[in-house]
């Protein structure tokens, strides 16, 4: 009896070492291929966090797809309808509501299977389970990203009621754009302007010393793009903010489009204010009139250096430097009405999960993969843009092209703008065209324009 232990010990010794032994709990499952959607980001921006989201869950494949911005929204809504569309997809963050049909909001637990492979004494096992694993809530999104992310991504699920319970998730960011103030250093210095503006007064005061004229009348020199929209790459924004700084509310906790209300000392409303300011740097007969709509694109005059201030984005940065490697410009926060009630506008892409997903579960896995804190350090300390992550946001202050855009994302707000974005947008345009022309007064085109846009949110 004893040589027979001593034997069956001899086996499982030479059967350990060479890791014959295996055990397996549960069954792998089936192989899932999600694919992911954007006209925002690049393949690069996302290979990493993909290779080892697959190396955690072996029988899962992302495959990535980046499209045009000019065919995004119609290649979406196709290739859902003939059921081809994507399982994950990017956002713009004013999107949200225009998509709600078609986004899976993020369920308060997501189910997968894990694989780990373990090794005792030389015996290898492959374990294999069904996990539900927590998601992020809504109050951890709040509390995790700046203010807005969580206004503009939250919402209750339809078809319920009790608020506590049903408060959703639809979409979680990776970064954050705002606007700022670029000025050429040398248009100012020349004019002895020691410092850029950091108020509205002050932009329209620089105005009038910065603009040149030639003989016939003709500018040669701006001030700053403003009055216009067509010449303006961010008009749309740049008319929000300023509206919201005066102290317009854009939309009621009901939704409803409530910008042409409220009145003030001068028995105008905020907007009519904002709109009345912005529309006179493009109108001749006042003395801030530094613009037009014979002007090139703004970002095009600032680059050749016949543009003070441009308004405009950290991603115009790029284009800033290419066509313009040795203009001697800088950055700086964008102009404030009250400097102690700063407000700022945000331009941000959610990562969102669609209703047809093969897998909601896996698929919402990964989105939260991607837009955890490792990851999302990882991603904008490579692609360099500003961070939605509060505790990135400290870490970015100190970064001289990123702190202006990053700082400002703790008091960037946006709008919800009805259920057709574009719309909104074309609005806009027309407002502003409508108050540099004076074809009607700044009260009816303010009036008309938010009647307009609650047909989008109530059609």
Not at 158 to 178: E, R
Not at 211 to 233: C, F
Not at 279 to 293: C, I, L, M, V
Request: hydrophobic content about 40%; some cysteine; charged content about 20%.
């Amino acid at each position: 009896m004893k040589k027979y232990f001593i034997g069956l010990f001899i086996v499982f010794l030479i059967l350990s070492t060479t890791g014959a032994v295996c055990s397996k709990s549960g069954t792998m499952p089936k192989q899932i291929v999600l694919q992911y959607w954007s006209d925002n980001l690049n393949p690069e921006d996302v290979q990493t966090a993909i290779k080892a989201f697959e190396a955690t869950y072996p029988y899962a494949t992302i495959q990535f797809k980046k499209l045009n911005v000019d065919e995004y929204e119609d290649a979406l809504l196709a290739g859902w309808a003939k059921g081809q569309g994507p399982d994950i997809f990017s956002l713009p963050n004013t999107h949200i509501k225009k998509y709600y049909d078609y986004i899976q909001p993020l369920p308060a637990s997501v189910t997968v299977t894990t694989v780990k492979q373990t090794s005792t004494l030389g015996k290898k096992e492959t374990l294999i389970n069904k996990v539900a694993q927590k998601s992020l809530t809504p109050a951890e999104l709040k509390n995790q990203f700046v203010d807005t992310v969580y206004n503009d991504t939250v919402f209750m699920h339809q078809g319920t009621t009790d608020k506590a319970d049903t408060a959703k998730i639809f979409g979680i960011p990776l970064s954050m754009d705002t606007l700022a103030l670029y000025w050429n250093k040398d248009l100012l210095n020349q004019k002895t302007i020691t410092l850029p503006a950091s108020n509205w007064q002050t932009i329209a005061d620089n105005t009038k010393e910065l603009t040149a004229v030639d003989k016939q009348g003709n500018i040669i020199r701006s001030g700053i793009a403003l009055g216009t929209a067509d010449n303006v790459p961010h008009y749309f924004d740049i008319m929000s903010v300023l509206m919201m700084q005066f102290g317009a509310q854009m939309t009621n906790s009901q939704g409803t489009v409530s910008f042409q209300e409220g009145i003030d000392d001068n028995n105008k409303t905020p907007a009519q204010d904002a709109l009345d300011f912005y529309s006179k740097f493009a109108q001749n007969k006042w003395e801030t009139y530094t613009w037009n709509d014979t002007k090139n694109n703004a970002l095009e005059e600032f680059s050749n250096g016949n543009l003070a201030y441009f308004i405009g984005y950290h991603s115009d940065l790029a284009s800033i430097k290419k066509l313009a490697p040795s203009l001697n410009f800088d950055i700086s926060p964008l102009p404030q009405i009250n400097s102690a009630d700063q407000i700022n506008y945000p331009q941000y892409w959610l990562e969102t999960v669609s209703t047809n997903a093969i897998d909601s579960d896996m698929a919402w896995a990964f989105v939260q993969y991607l837009t955890n804190e490792t990851n999302t350090k990882s991603y904008i300390d490579a692609v360099k843009v500003p961070a939605a992550r509060r505790t990135l946001v400290t870490n970015q202050l100190e970064d001289y092209e990123l702190a202006t855009f990053a700082e400002q994302a703790l008091t960037a707000k946006s709008w919800y703008h009805g259920l057709n974005p574009q719309e909104a947008i074309n609005l806009f345009k027309k407002m502003i065209d409508n108050a540099r022309n004076g074809t009607f007064t700044i009260e009816d085109i303010i009036s008309d324009t938010a009647a307009k846009i609650q047909l989008t949110i109530n059609p």
